[in-house]
């Protein structure tokens, strides 16, 4: 079974850091990447970036560019979302989720297409 | 490119059916002559899960009063007879090559008269 395990809810004060995770199991974890997407209250959802667990390419979307930081530890199957300062605006629900890849030839890794399994979701509360 | 819902909000009634629509600011279809529209479901205090991928395709488990249609900018996702597990917020999503490769619209929210 696939699943996507993601770690616990956070509270934090503006200015700290975070560093959340998610980790794959049921499937080979280096052969999907991974994306995060945030819902933030009252909101929908919106894509941040998405990573290649086998050799770390990080693709970001352009609001999130420099915001966070994606990152992935393939021999334990996890991907992590990062802040260094984290700001009120950054409260939200954060899902990872596992890409599954168009059956086309674009001359590059990622082949956008759809995403089939989602996290249970991680809560962030940033306020001081 | 922008992803509009409508409606925003849809009041159904069980056993009735009910339709969502998506329309992409601009065309996006790709060399195997597809447009890559998915569709997700998230229900209050659950993650998103996926009911259709590629405009039309049903993912693994997705009941079959689900369905989705349309092509080049305008898509729907219908519902055949609704009932109380479909209540929740719908969202249309399209993958592009391009930056920022994956736009979700803002959501339907269906709720039970």
Excluded at chain 2, 52 to 65: A, H, L, M, N
Aim: glycine letters at 10%.
């Amino acid at each position: 079974e696939v699943q996507l395990v993601q770690s616990g809810a956070e509270v934090k004060k503006p200015g700290e850091s975070l560093k959340m995770s998610c980790k794959g199991s049921g499937y080979s974890f280096t052969t999907y990447w991974v994306a995060w997407v945030r819902l933030m209250p009252g909101k929908g959802l919106e894509f941040m970036g998405i990573i290649n667990p086998d050799d770390s390419d990080i693709r970001y979307s352009p609001p999130f560019q420099g915001q966070v930081t994606i990152s992935v530890d393939k021999s334990i199957n996890t991907a992590y979302l990062q802040w260094s300062s984290l700001k009120a605006s950054d409260t939200a629900i954060y899902y990872c989720a596992r890409h599954v890849p168009a059956e086309v030839d674009y001359g590059d890794n990622l082949k956008p297409y759809f995403f089939d399994y989602w996290g249970q979701g991680t809560r962030v509360t940033v306020s001081s | 490119i922008v992803l509009t819902q409508t409606p925003l909000s849809s009041p159904v009634t069980l056993g009735q059916p009910a339709s969502i629509s998506c329309r992409s600011s601009q065309s996006v279809v790709h060399s195997d002559g597809y447009t890559y529209l998915s569709w997700l479901h998230q229900r209050p205090g659950q993650p998103p899960r996926l009911l259709i991928y590629k405009i039309s395709s049903r993912f693994s488990g997705v009941p079959d009063r689900f369905s989705g249609g349309g092509a080049g900018t305008d898509f729907i996702l219908k519902i055949s007879r609704v009932e109380a597990e479909d209540v929740g917020v719908y969202y249309c999503m399209l993958a592009t090559q391009f930056p920022p490769l994956f736009t979700f619209g803002p959501g339907t929210r269906v709720d039970i008269k």
